[in-house]
C-alpha cells in the first residue's frame, strides 16, 4: 500500500470497531503505519489488524485505557521506538454514561470526562516527546457538543470540553509544531449508539432534516480526520470541522 502518508506513523485511540476503525482504514489506505487502541473488545481488535495485515498494512493495537496517562505514555513510547517516532494522532476514544443530569453523580462525570476530554490530553503529553515535526493531533466529537440530546448530557458536556481543549492545546503546541484540531461529527450508526434510547429518532431526525438528506457514514468523519492531519490543512490549526450533511445549518 503507497499513497501520501506512505512511511508515517499515525496512532489512533479507539481504534478497532465503528468510526474508529474506519479511521485506521483512511490512513493504512495511504500507506501509513498505524498503531490502534481498545478497551475491552479484544476480539475485534484482533479481527481489524488480522485483516488490514493480510492486506499488507502494518498495524498493531493494544488494550489501553485512554484515559490513563501512564498506559498511554508506555503505549506511545514503544510505538515510537519500533517505528521512529509520531507524525499524527487522532483521539477517537469516547466512553460514557447515558443518562438524566438530574440522576448523574460524581463517578458518572469523572468516568466520562476522564475518557472523552482528558484523554485528548493524555494522548497529547504521550505524542510531546516523539512528534516527528510538522506534526497532527485530531479529535473526533459529536454534535452533542453544541445540541442537546436526550440523556446525552454526560457526554456531550464532555464532547463540549473536548473541542476547548483542542483549541488551547492548538495555541500551546502550535510553536512546536503542532496543530490540533476536531472533527465534530453527526449522529453515525455505531455500536456505541445504540446505548442510547433515542437511538432511532437521532438517526432518523438527521436523515430527514440534513442538506444531503443521507446517513453519515464511518468513512466520512474518517475522511475529514484525514484531511485535518495531513498537508492540505498546514495552516490549519485551533478548528473544529463539523461533519454533518449540512444538518447543523438547517434550523
Not at 485483516?51 to 499488507?56: K, L, N, P, S, V
Not at 476530554?117 to 516523539?130: I, N, R
Not at 455500536?191 to 443521507?214: C, I, K, N, Q, W
Amino acid at each position: 500500500m503507497a499513497g501520501s502518508w506512505e512511511g508515517k506513523v499515525v496512532v489512533v485511540t479507539g481504534g478497532t470497531r465503528g468510526i474508529g476503525l474506519a479511521i485506521a482504514r483512511a490512513f493504512v489506505e495511504e500507506g501509513a503505519r498505524v498503531a490502534l487502541t481498545f478497551r475491552r473488545h479484544r476480539q475485534a481488535a484482533r479481527e481489524a489488524v488480522e485483516a488490514f495485515r493480510r492486506a499488507g498494512a502494518l498495524v498493531r493495537a493494544e488494550a489501553v485505557d485512554a484515559g490513563d496517562p501512564e498506559a498511554m505514555a508506555a503505549f506511545v513510547a514503544a510505538v515510537a521506538q519500533d517505528w521512529g517516532g509520531v507524525d499524527a494522532a487522532v483521539h477517537n476514544a469516547a466512553s460514557g454514561v447515558a443518562r438524566p443530569l438530574s440522576v448523574a453523580t460524581l463517578r458518572h462525570w469523572t468516568y466520562t470526562l476522564g475518557a472523552n476530554a482528558f484523554g485528548l490530553v493524555a494522548l497529547a503529553q504521550a505524542c510531546a516527546p516523539w512528534w516527528r515535526r510538522p506534526a497532527a493531533l485530531v479529535a473526533v466529537s459529536s454534535l452533542g457538543g453544541i445540541r442537546a440530546y436526550p440523556d446525552y448530557g454526560l457526554v456531550g458536556a464532555s464532547k463540549g470540553a473536548l473541542e476547548s481543549l483542542a483549541r488551547h492545546l492548538a495555541r500551546e503546541l502550535g510553536p512546536a509544531g503542532v496543530r490540533v484540531n476536531v472533527v465534530s461529527a453527526g449522529p453515525v450508526d455505531t455500536e456505541a449508539l445504540s446505548h442510547y434510547p433515542a437511538r432511532d429518532t437521532m438517526l432518523e431526525d438527521f436523515v430527514t432534516r440534513s442538506a444531503l438528506h443521507r446517513p453519515l457514514q464511518p468513512a466520512d468523519v474518517a475522511a475529514a480526520v484525514r484531511f485535518l492531519a495531513g498537508p492540505d490543512a498546514a495552516m490549519i490549526t485551533g478548528h473544529t470541522l463539523v461533519v454533518d450533511g449540512g444538518y447543523s445549518v438547517m434550523g
